[in-house]
Structures are given as structure tokens and as C-alpha cells.
């Protein structure tokens, strides 16, 4: 599901450049993993505006090299242009040169899997992902893309999200990939309470069969939450007696990583005298 272009009152008051750039956005946001390639029809559909609209997007988009027509004509693709510029993106992010040592740490000390990941507004992306001894395994949950409301990444990040952006998550669907998947808005709503209370989540077998993750949230330099680390492991191994250790280790990386981008990070202590 694309992000939602502005509504006829909010559009009104944007100068004429930004409401294209904004459409533009909406059209390749259609775009996913699942759905690398759709019509003109399905992205008219999708962010609900003309199709005449549209194709002028799409042409606009098609020029620049953002997106590629297919040889049928039927069809369209995101582009070369966007992939060499997200290649650029992801070389210079600060969040992966900062975390990596804290990543590889975090591996040794917990002997299970970590995943580094990044919010986009909706999904979470993978930035890094480590084990402690290179082993393969099956096990390995796979986040890249996922919904951030079914992961131990993503809630951690999502609890810290406004409640707009909490409510356009669940509005987007909260599919089912096991029987602990959180379904229900007003349930998914108490649990990332939960999370932010305590300061970490915990991804009981929600998005992968048999996984379980504990993550906590990282800050950027002006304190906002964008980020998640977390260990993940076959949930016989990683225990119920084990998540209180494992977070403590999870919420140490997460701080110290939250420190190196710039973030002031409050004990409980000073948190009540400010």
C-alpha cells in the first residue's frame, strides 16, 4: 500500500510543484517486492487518482529514469536511477558505519543472530545483519520489507511513531503470519504501550514460526526513533528466562549506538527532573 497522497484541503495549500512531487512519491511507493511491476490501472487504483493523472506521472517518472516501461507497454518498473541512488543512500548512512562494531559486539555477547534494521514509514528495512560464527541457518528470520507491526525491529521503532503514523500502519492491514501475530489495532495498540514503557519488544513467534527477537529502539541526533537492533534465535534457545538478559544487552548496543548519531540519552533519573 502506497503512503497516502494529501487530502483536497491539504493539497490546495501546497504550492504547485510540491503536489506533483508528492504524487510522484505516492506512484513509486506503489512499488514493492511483491509488486515490482503494475499497470497504469493498478497505480491509479492504488492511489486513487485518474488515470490521465497518472500516466503524466508515470511519463514525468519514465524521463528522469526513475521508472522503466516494459517491452509490452503494458507495464511499469522502478529504474536503474533508483537503484544506483539508494546504493549511494545506504554507502553514506551514518546509522550503518556507526553501528557495525555494536552489531558484530552484540552477536558475540548474545550468541544469536542481529539484525540492524530502518524504518521507512511503514516497513522496516534491513541496514545490517550478523551471526556470531557465520553459521547459515534456516531459522533466520528475514525482515527486509516486513510490516513493522509483526517484528521485534519494528515494534520497537513503531512505539515511538506518532499516533498518525501508528493508526496508517494498522489501517494498511495487519496481516496474519502465525497464529501469534498480533491482528487486532486496539490489541497491537496495548502492546506498543508495553514496549515503550519498558524500552524494548519482544517478537514472540509473530512474524516467523518458532523465532523469537528482542529489539530495542535507536535515536538519531535529534532524538527521534528511526531505527531498531535486535537479537533474534530459535525460540527454545532463546528462552522466556533468557529475554530480560538478552534485552539488556539489546537496549546497552541500542544506547550506545543512539549516542555515536548525535543522540542525548536520559536515565530514568534525569528523565523526571527534565
Known amino acids: 500500500m502506497a503512503a497516502p497522497i494529501p487530502n483536497r484541503a491539504e493539497t490546495e495549500r501546497l504550492p504547485g510543484t510540491l503536489k506533483s512531487l508528492r504524487k510522484m512519491v505516492a506512484v513509486l511507493e506503489c512499488f514493492s517486492p511483491a509488486e515490482r511491476s503494475l499497470t ?8 486513487a487518482l485518474p488515470k490521465s493523472t497518472v500516466h503524466r506521472l508515470l511519463a514525468s517518472l519514465r524521463e528522469v529514469g526513475f521508472v522503466e516501461q516494459d517491452r509490452d507497454r503494458e507495464s511499469y518498473r522502478l529504474g536503474l536511477r533508483l537503484f544506483r ?13 556507526e553501528a557495525r562494531p555494536f552489531v558484530e559486539r552484540l552477536a558475540r555477547l548474545s550468541g544469536e543472530g ?39 525491529v ?11 503514523t501508528i493508526d496508517w500502519v494498522i489501517a494498511a492491514g495487519l496481516q496474519r ?4 501475530t498480533i491482528t487486532d489495532g486496539v490489541a497491537l495498540g496495548a502492546d506498543l504501550a508495553e514496549v515503550k514503557a519498558r524500552g524494548y519488544a519482544v517478537d514472540n513467534a509473530e512474524h516467523q514460526i518458532g523465532v523469537r527477537c528482542i529489539a530495542a529502539p535507536i535515536r538519531n541526533g535529534v532524538g527521534e526513533v528511526f531505527a531498531a537492533i535486535s537479537v533474534s ?17 539489546v537496549i546497552d548496543a541500542a544506547s550506545q549506538i543512539s549516542q555515536r548519531l548525535g543522540a542525548q540519552i536520559l536515565t530514568p533519573a534525569m528523565e523526571v527532573q527534565a
Open 40 to 47: 497504469l490501472a493498478d497505480i491509479a487504483r492504488n492511489i
Open 85 to 97: 541512488l539508494g546504493s549511494i543512500a545506504l554507502i553514506n548512512m551514518d546509522l550503518h558505519g
Open 114 to 152: 542481529v539484525h540492524l534494521c530502518a524504518f521507512d514509514g511503514q516497513k522496516m528495512v534491513t541496514i545490517d545483519h550478523h551471526e556470531p560464527d557465520g553459521r547459515s541457518a534456516d531459522w533466520v528470520t528475514t525482515i527486509t520489507g516486513c510490516p513493522a507491526y509483526c517484528t521485534g
Open 154 to 164: 519494528g515494534k520497537a521503532t513503531l512505539a515511538f511513531q506518532s499516533i498518525e
Open 177 to 180: 503470519f502465525t497464529r501469534n
Open 233 to 249: 534465535g530459535p525460540a527454545e534457545r532463546i528462552t522466556a528466562d533468557r529475554i530480560e538478559t538478552l534485552a539488556e544487552l
